[in-house]
């Protein structure tokens, strides 16, 4: 049966990308400062940006922050993806970027947010009110759901690097080890993903990361954000954590496309940059 991850590693292959196109509407870059400037600034993205996409990922704050009618602008840059597969022949993955965290009926409401109402194929996820809060978001094997675990901004070291004793109660607390709080969520999610539709979220910003992540969860997906603006570099970043096979990272961008000149242009030349890299890792 198949899985988010298997309609992903498919789009990976019809478009020889692993980039994700960040859709992330600042009010600063928008023609007008609302709901449709949003939405007009979305469409045209997708629509010129589509050849080169792994995936899409709308980030649901900047689309809220318009209230009922940039709810709807957010619905309909998700549709305007389903059609630009339709047209493609190509299943785009939409990664809605809500970073939603809760419990029993709460997170069942969000999930039915996310997959029903706004058509969503994956949803990030923070992971800190333990299992029962990624449940409902997993219940549908075709759904995905990235998981926080290192991200990328300069305060995630407040929690995330936290030391944590090993929890393995079989393991004399003598001789216990020290691990990051980071290793721990990656540990707890490669258990909780008896569906196969579990992936986390680990910053390209940090290649070390990067590589232990993938130590410990070998087989999951990465949504690692972090290049250009904030610093991460590609090379590093897929070197440290891409699988055996090439695959296995997602690459989101997002000022770096909607603002060249030429978004385009922007998105064939860092696909080719991806592809590059990917190429040579692999001889």
């Not at 070390?208 to 993938?214: D, F, I, K, S, T």
Request: with cysteine.
């Amino acid at each position: 049966m198949e899985s988010f991850f298997t309609f992903l590693e498919k789009r990976v292959a019809d478009c020889s990308s692993l980039l994700c196109i960040g859709l992330d509407p600042h009010l600063s870059d928008l023609q007008t400062p609302n709901a449709a400037g949003a939405l007009a600034s979305c469409l045209n993205l997708v629509k010129k940006t589509a050849p080169y996409a792994a995936a899409f990922k709308p980030n649901a704050a900047f689309f809220e922050q318009f209230g009922a009618p940039g709810w709807e602008a957010l619905k309909q840059v998700i549709d305007a993806v389903r059609n630009e597969s339709q047209r493609q022949g190509s299943l785009i993955p939409v990664i809605l970027d809500a970073k939603r965290g809760d419990i029993a009926s709460t997170a069942v409401a969000y999930a039915k947010s996310a997959f029903t109402t706004l058509g969503a194929h994956a949803v990030t996820l923070s992971p800190y009110l333990g299992k029962d809060s990624i449940d409902p978001f997993l219940t549908d094997r075709e759904k995905g759901a990235f998981i926080l675990c290192k991200t990328s901004n300069p305060g995630a070291v407040d929690l995330q690097d936290l030391p944590v004793l090993e929890s393995d109660p079989d393991v004399n607390q003598g001789n216990r080890a020290v691990q990051p709080l980071y290793l721990v969520v990656a540990r707890l999610a490669q258990s909780w993903n008896t569906l196969g539709n579990i992936g986390l979220v680990v910053g390209a910003t940090q290649p070390e990361a990067l590589a232990r992540v993938r130590a410990v969860a070998p087989g999951l997906w990465f949504l690692a954000p972090g290049l250009g603006a904030q610093g991460g570099g590609m090379k590093d970043a897929l070197h440290a954590g891409l699988r055996p096979d090439g695959k296995g990272m997602l690459l989101p961008v997002s000022r770096g496309i909607a603002r060249a000149a030429d978004p385009a242009m922007a998105a064939a030349k860092l696909r080719d940059e991806i592809f590059n890299i990917m190429y040579r890792r692999e001889r």
